[in-house]
């Protein structure tokens, strides 16, 4: 029998922070790019691998028909076969957002896979300033995947501001979210003295509140004149990082070894409060009136 100190579901958590490029001269560069981090990640023992939003397309159209130009069906998509085929070959675990195009309709998407295909999508819910233009608001609810490692749910981005949506995940029982992003400059202050931003903020608390991981991978450089903030990390179940939150300027990728299912066990603050017990279900709906997926306990 395992021991209490044997970890039960140990996964080494990469994410990766890149700097794809819009344009569809660049489609291929991005992919290749991405793929030798998340290779070199493989190599240093990651068994879930997280890639950045629109991590194959850059970010910065410049107009509707550019937008659906760079989109792929997911049923005839070359990205998405690479990224199939390299975690077919890796034998891992891999978060990759996409330009999902289905009929006349385009979704910034997040593809999840694991060494036996494509396990599941989620299709972004919030969308940030001009994404509006080119995309279609998610239809797919928060769903959460059951894996060989762990339960695992997706968000993109501006998700992360809405705390709604990573407590959606928490209370299907995910023991970690995967948040791919491109999180951009806005008007500052954009970064405090320990060089976090707010985002990053936003991610631990996340975590903290509704203990759970979360793997947020952020872009950094420029993409046609806008500018992102790095700061990808990695927020262990009591909101603070685990390991190093990453620079505003440089590709990067964080890791960090956990035992993913310990998101499992409730957070006794003392002997009198614990997060999850302490919700007052008799003055609000456990799962906030959401009914696409069902609450799991964990």
Request: hydrophobic share 45%; with cysteine.
């Amino acid at each position: 029998m395992p021991t209490e100190a044997t970890p039960i579901s140990p996964a080494r958590i990469a994410v990766i922070q890149c700097d794809p490029q819009a344009g569809l001269a660049n489609r291929a560069a991005n992919l290749r790019n991405a793929l030798q981090q998340a290779d070199e990640a493989v190599c240093h023992g990651a068994t879930l691998i997280v890639l950045p939003e629109l991590v194959t397309t850059g970010y910065a159209f410049a107009s509707r028909s550019e937008a659906f130009a760079h989109g792929e069906a997911l049923n005839d998509s070359p990205s998405l076969e690479a990224l199939l085929d390299f975690a077919r070959r890796r034998g891992i675990y891999l978060a990759a957002g996409l330009a999902e195009r289905e009929g006349m309709r385009l979704y910034d998407t997040a593809v999840l896979i694991g060494p036996e295909g494509l396990i599941g999508k989620y299709r972004k819910a919030h969308l940030w300033n001009q994404e509006k233009l080119w995309f279609t608001a998610g239809d797919l609810g928060f769903p959460v995947f059951d894996t060989p490692i762990g339960r695992i749910g997706l968000l993109i981005c501006w998700d992360i501001w809405f705390p709604e949506a990573p407590r959606l995940l928490a209370q299907q029982g995910a023991d970690i979210i995967c948040s791919l992003n491109n999180w951009v400059w806005t008007p500052p202050p954009l970064f405090d003295a320990s060089g976090k931003c707010m985002a990053s903020y936003l991610t631990m608390t996340a975590a903290h509140v509704n203990n759970v991981f979360i793997a947020a991978a952020n872009r950094v450089g420029t993409d046609r004149g806008e500018r992102f903030l790095g700061c990808s990390l990695i927020a262990g179940t009591n909101g603070w990082p685990i390991g190093e939150v990453a620079c505003a300027e440089s590709p990067a990728i964080v890791y960090a070894d956990v035992d993913l299912v310990a998101a499992r066990s409730a957070p006794i603050w003392n002997s009198l409060n614990d997060l999850h017990r302490d919700r007052r279900s008799d003055l609000y709906d456990s799962m906030l009136g959401y009914r696409q997926h069902a609450a799991l306990p964990r």
